[in-house]
């Protein structure tokens, strides 16, 4: 639904200061730069737990985004062919509470769940998010009721960067690491760090896992788990598996390979990448009948 039947629908329903509230809350955006980092960090967990099942219709139906004409604004994932959404507020402060100030969060709440149901979302999830465990806790306990069949509080913790926040939050770490081949420290920050800035790059406009990832993908890191090809092409794997004492699988996107009890190893390049089309291309070409014919490719 555009803005403006969002802004007319508000103004009817709540008053024309409530609307001035939203329009203002829009333009304004995150107060500072931890808020905003703690918004693209949260951003970077949901992206990279969502990547595994990038090849099912769930996650060509969905798209993510931030800072667009709603109440809870911080991330929207909204599924658009089962109408439904899940929004997050993210509040990286100490002083949160439902109803603290002139602009409570419970009434953000109360009014988005209104604003869903009028453009059709029939499934509205809504969620606090806070750095602070304790704080959580509190707020789960003093939580209203009328707003509870909805809406939840979740912990997420914040330590400033995202290598910091790697150590402090292991759910962020744990949907990074599952990513990569070897879950090493400097990969899995990497990682992040390219997500991140595919998130950027975008500015909060609606667009899908896919995309994303694709965009990842493009600046070539050879330690990603999860590829589009899943299998050897037919004729190299009959080739390989006549091989005397060879054996061979390919594991979260990478060959890996064994030739009896005293060598083994893996390719360091992807399935899914120009180098593994290449070493295709030179097993058909060679046609090796045993280990030493194709050794120098496993190097």
């Not at 203002?24 to 990279?48: C, F, M, P």
């Not at 092409?233 to 004492?245: A, S």
Request: with cysteine; aromatic share 10%.
């Amino acid at each position: 639904m555009p803005d403006q039947q969002v802004l007319d629908y508000v103004t009817q329903s709540f008053g024309g200061g409530v609307a001035t509230y939203l329009q203002r809350k829009n333009t304004g955006g995150a107060a500072g730069s931890k808020g905003i980092q703690y918004e693209n960090l949260y951003a970077v967990y949901h992206i990279s737990r969502m990547v595994p099942f990038i090849n099912l219709d769930e996650t060509k139906r969905l798209n993510i985004s931030t800072q667009t004409l709603d109440f809870v604004d911080d991330l929207i994932i909204e599924d658009r062919f089962a109408s439904s959404r899940r929004q997050y507020q993210l509040k990286n402060t100490d002083n949160v509470a439902w109803g603290a100030g002139k602009n409570k969060i419970c009434d953000d709440f109360r009014y988005q769940k209104r604003v869903n149901k009028h453009i059709g979302i029939e499934h509205t999830r809504l969620a606090l998010v806070v750095p602070n465990q304790s704080k959580a806790k509190a707020l789960r306990k003093h939580q209203p009721t009328d707003i509870n069949g909805f809406s939840r509080v979740e912990h997420f913790g914040f330590a400033e960067t995202l290598s910091a926040t790697l150590q402090v939050e292991p759910k962020l770490y744990e949907s990074l690491a599952d990513l990569c081949v070897k879950p090493e420290p400097s990969k899995i920050d990497r990682l992040g760090s390219l997500i991140m800035g595919e998130w950027v790059a975008r500015l909060g406009a609606p667009c899908t896992i896919e995309e994303i990832w694709e965009g990842v993908k493009r600046h070539q890191p050879n330690y990603l788990a999860y590829a589009t090809q899943t299998e050897l092409k037919p004729e190299v794997n009959k080739l390989l598996v006549q091989i005397p004492g060879f054996t061979f699988r390919l594991e979260k996107g990478f060959f890996v390979w064994q030739y009896r009890e005293c060598d083994s190893g893996e390719l360091n390049y992807p399935i899914d990448s120009e180098d593994f089309k290449e070493f295709q291309l030179q097993i058909l070409a060679r046609e090796p009948r045993d280990f030493e014919d194709m050794e120098d490719l496993l190097v």
